[in-house]
């Protein structure tokens, strides 16, 4: 369906729309033709607003991914992350052996 007719579609429905709902809650004709009015324009505008974001997701689905530059850099990431886990792991190894080892000198203090 092209953007405009579903604009006229969605439109056309609001206008039903509003017309029963102001045969429902108004009491006049210038209450029914108020919501009628309202309801309307507000069908229409946000049948616009749909029409802006398939459009604009559609745009965007149909660009050039560069797959390979993106995978470069996510494996340097990774193996960045890989270093810095080594060094973590080296750090922690390093804190355990000197608790121990004050552990021990308390331990042999007393």
Do not use: C, W
């Not at 108004?26 to 209450?31: H, Q």
């Amino acid at each position: 369906m092209l953007g405009e007719n579903f604009v006229y579609f969605f439109t056309v429905q609001g206008f039903f729309v509003g017309i029963i709902f102001g045969i429902l809650k108004s009491f006049n004709a210038e209450g029914l033709l108020v919501y009628t009015f309202l309801i309307t324009i507000f069908f229409y505008l946000f049948s616009h607003v749909i029409i802006a974001f398939y459009y604009r997701t559609m745009v965007a689905k149909s660009y050039y991914f560069p797959k390979d530059i993106h995978e470069k850099e996510l494996d340097l990431f990774v193996d960045e992350i890989n270093k810095r886990e080594k060094l973590i792991d080296s750090v922690y190894k390093i804190t355990e052996e000197a608790m121990n080892v004050n552990i021990v000198d308390k331990i042999r203090d007393k």
